[in-house]
């Protein structure tokens, strides 16, 4: 269980303040198929140092979120609450079923190895690594491709300035049998992963209750993430962070699926699956307009650019050529394609033309799927186009997975560094929502790294809404006077205040500890602590700042 117990102070001769009163806060999180299936998920406690207004919080998010998809009835519904009894009648009157039955010999035999440990789980973000169809003999095989995929994470680009906030832990439970499996049909393994048909895209998990009860077996389980044990792409989002032990595309999954379960954020690629901080019904209603590249005051415009095709067809090349056409106006000022493939890892394994004419086409060297795009600087003649993907090496594995086609008009920002209100599209022609930027996300962008700054800044305020900056304040006596000992999350761009009495103490400025006579430690002390970083311009619940106080 999380017990939040924000300050503990350990005294030897020394008066403390009177602490708040604490109290206990309730969480349970059920799901609610919208079919009247309601089933607790996961319950667990937190001990506050002061009592929270009254009342129950409720909050709700998508279950699932998957590729091209428009979002489900699914959803996870979050109460919480001092009051324990008036959380259990609404979920009483809900009609919400108990958790499902543990089994307790499967989940006895899990085994729990903590890969990075930042400091306690009461005031850190536990995420959880668990494999299915690793078999025992894969043990050592599952450990490695675990640390090798939470390197790529923490130490690259996407999470390395969160990292302090989290500990991570890996749980491994035998599978019977190796791999995953395909069509919807599992193989006898831990959590029961199964792709969707043959293509890579979704893996579903089948047994969710058994992953929940590997991932209580951790110190704290906050974030689950259940890695396949399989060498190509696929994944899914919400409450799980599904991917693959792929080398070539497990981590690109895995950091957009995060964005998805950790960020709470949606797709920004075109098809479905849009809510949260990164998507606005309008562009003159923008969530990130603070970010927008815009100055103050300047109405932020619709970006230009049209939508000519869209299609997630997972088209087999052994059925012959995939050709998609459309009609372009003329007046455009450039053109792009962006689509991905699997089952080529030569160049010259692929033809794609465009109206009969030769397009540059660069393999990767692996049969995995990959994201390719060509963005041409000049304008479609006005007409009819068609598009073609022919295979030139027949051995029943070229797939194409996706395609987009739009026309640009002139003065749309291609710049990865502006920020602005780019149109998504449901369909050719139907604008479903707008995204902050070009192709610099990685909820868009499967070749970034990256998030964007809109969901840079949501995922701290996600991250910060759980944990404090402060773990501990710890004042004690000794023969040299009185020491004061601070303890904070380990993140750059701390600042800290001390004041004594109201009044600052400058000669205490950002130090963690300190050490005064008796006659100058007397009073009542007041310690402040600011987090300060660029990827956050608006802080309106004030979660980048906080303070203790104590008397001596």
């Not at 979002?71 to 108990?98: F, N, S």
């Not at 693959?244 to 957009?256: A, I, M, P, Q």
């Not at 194409?400 to 022609?429: K, M």
Request: net charge negative; with cysteine; proline share 5%.
């Amino acid at each position: 269980m999380r017990g939040f117990s924000w300050i503990a102070l350990s005294l030897a001769l020394v008066a403390p303040v009177a602490p708040a009163a604490s109290a206990t806060w309730y969480v349970v999180q059920y799901e609610d198929h919208g079919d009247g299936h309601r089933q607790i998920v996961k319950e667990k406690t937190r001990s506050l140092a002061e009592a929270p207004a009254s009342g129950i919080v409720e909050t709700a998010k998508p279950q699932f979120v998957r590729e091209h998809q428009p979002l489900g009835k699914e959803r996870l519904v979050t109460l919480e609450g001092t009051d324990r009894a008036a959380i259990a009648r609404l979920l009483e009157e809900r009609g919400v079923a108990p958790m499902a039955p543990v089994n307790e010999a499967e989940a006895l035999a899990d085994e729990v190895v903590t890969l990075v440990d930042n400091g306690p789980s009461a005031n850190r973000i536990d995420l959880v690594f668990m494999g299915d169809g690793y078999t025992q003999a894969e043990r050592a095989k599952f450990f490695s491709d675990i640390q090798r995929m939470v390197d790529d994470m923490f130490q690259g680009q996407t999470f390395a300035s969160y990292l302090p906030l989290f500990n991570v832990h890996a749980v491994f439970r035998a599978s019977a049998e190796s791999g995953i499996g395909r069509r919807g049909i599992p193989k006898n393994t831990a959590y029961k992963l199964a792709r969707e048909g043959d293509t890579l895209r979704a893996i579903f998990m089948r047994d969710q209750a058994a992953a929940r009860a590997s991932c209580a077996a951790a110190p704290d389980c906050d974030y689950p993430v259940v890695i396949g044990n399989d060498p190509y792409y696929g994944g899914l989002g919400g409450e799980f962070a599904i991917s693959t032990s792929s080398e070539t595309s497990g981590t690109v999954v895995l950091r957009h699926e995060l964005g998805h379960t950790v960020g709470e954020v949606g797709e920004e690629y075109d098809g479905g699956g849009y809510f949260g901080a990164n998507t606005s019904p309008s562009a003159s209603s923008l969530k990130w307009r603070h970010w927008a590249t815009a100055a103050e005051g300047e109405a932020v415009a619709a970006e230009p650019v049209q939508a000519k095709f869209l299609d997630w067809p997972w088209y087999n090349l052994t059925q012959g050529p995939y050709a998609i056409s459309w009609t372009s106006d003329g007046r455009q000022a450039r053109y792009g394609i962006w689509y991905s493939v699997s089952g080529l890892p030569e160049s010259s394994d692929l033809s794609l033309t465009l109206d009969g004419q030769a397009l540059p086409f660069a393999a990767r060297g692996d049969q995995d799927r990959f994201f390719s795009s060509i963005e041409i600087a000049s304008p479609l003649a006005q007409g009819r186009h068609e598009l073609k993907f022919s295979e030139n090496v027949r051995d029943g594995n070229n797939w194409v997975s996706n395609l987009t086609v739009f026309e640009f008009g002139a003065g749309y920002h291609y710049d990865d560094a502006y920020v602005g209100a780019y149109p998504t599209f449901e369909a050719p022609g139907e604008i479903a929502a707008y995204r902050p930027t070009h192709e610099a996300c990685l909820m868009r962008n499967m070749q970034t790294a990256n998030f964007c700054q809109p969901c840079q800044e949501n995922l701290w305020m996600k991250l910060l809404g759980t944990v404090k900056l402060v773990d501990d304040l710890v004042v004690e006596r000794g023969v040299e006077g009185v020491s004061v000992k601070l303890s904070t999350q380990a993140l750059s761009g701390l600042k800290i205040k001390w004041l004594r009495n109201g009044e600052e103490k400058p000669e205490l400025r950002d130090r963690v500890e300190w050490n005064l006579p008796p006659r100058d430690a007397a009073g009542t002390w007041k310690v402040q602590v600011e987090f300060v970083t660029p990827e956050v311009r608006q802080d309106p619940r004030g979660l980048l700042k906080d303070e203790r106080s104590v008397s001596i």
